[in-house]
């Protein structure tokens, strides 16, 4: 059965995914980019940024991991850019990565504005969903056609998810800084969930977590 997993979604010491101040210049707040270091010192993370090189071994593994048997994405609107209020307000706005983003499929944004799919090079197709967490889910296993559905960021998005008990899979990479603020994953606590493996390389600590049968 088709799962929704969450890859390389990456805490602080401290339990911060995510710094304050997020901006354009800043997308992931203040301090916040020593938390992803590690994803592009391997061989998968430099992949995805068009370039060779990069280490192989357990953190290049988890990495790889997140694109295996993944049919689809949904992420929340902040994941996909800081445009606040009206699409209108920057209409040329088509994410983070650049013409070719490096997901390949169908992926869903959650947000309060309807806006036309937004085809991009490689197979990508940004779809905007208005109707809320559990429709966006049910959008993206139709599209992923059997195969699993990664769940983006950003913090609150997958917070929104956990709370509704959706995820299957949960990989949180344990990342040896502290940011002192910023957002928190867990401060709701996590019910119905069991840690299934934990490993540590010389960069990060991967807890890995699945969602208990019910």
């Not at 008990?165 to 800084?177: E, K, N, Q, S, T």
Request: with cysteine.
């Amino acid at each position: 059965m088709p799962q929704l997993r969450v890859h390389n979604f990456c805490l602080s010491l401290d339990g911060f995914g995510a710094g304050p101040d997020q901006s354009r210049e800043d997308p992931l707040g203040a301090g916040a980019e020593r938390l992803h270091e590690w994803v592009f010192k391997t061989r998968t993370g430099l992949e995805m940024l068009g370039r060779p090189g990069g280490t192989t071994g357990l953190d290049d593994e988890f990495v790889a991991r997140g694109f295996e048997g993944i049919g689809a994405t949904v992420m929340g609107r902040n994941m996909f850019g800081p445009v606040r209020g009206p699409w209108s307000t920057d209409p040329q706005w088509s994410g983070w990565w650049g013409p070719n983003p490096p997901y390949h499929h169908p992926v869903f944004v959650l947000c309060h504005e309807p806006r036309p799919p937004l085809p991009m090079e490689g197979g990508t197709v940004f779809h905007f969903v208005t109707d809320g967490i559990e429709a966006a889910l049910e959008r993206a296993l139709a599209a992923a056609d059997g195969r699993d559905v990664r769940l983006g960021g950003g913090v609150s998005t997958i917070r929104q998810y956990l709370r509704a008990g959706l995820v299957d899979w949960l990989h949180l990479p344990i990342v040896p800084v502290l940011l002192g603020r910023g957002e928190r994953l867990l401060d709701d606590g996590l019910t119905g969930y069991r840690t299934t493996s934990f490993a540590a390389s010389d960069e990060v600590m991967h807890v890995v977590m699945e969602r208990t049968a019910a």
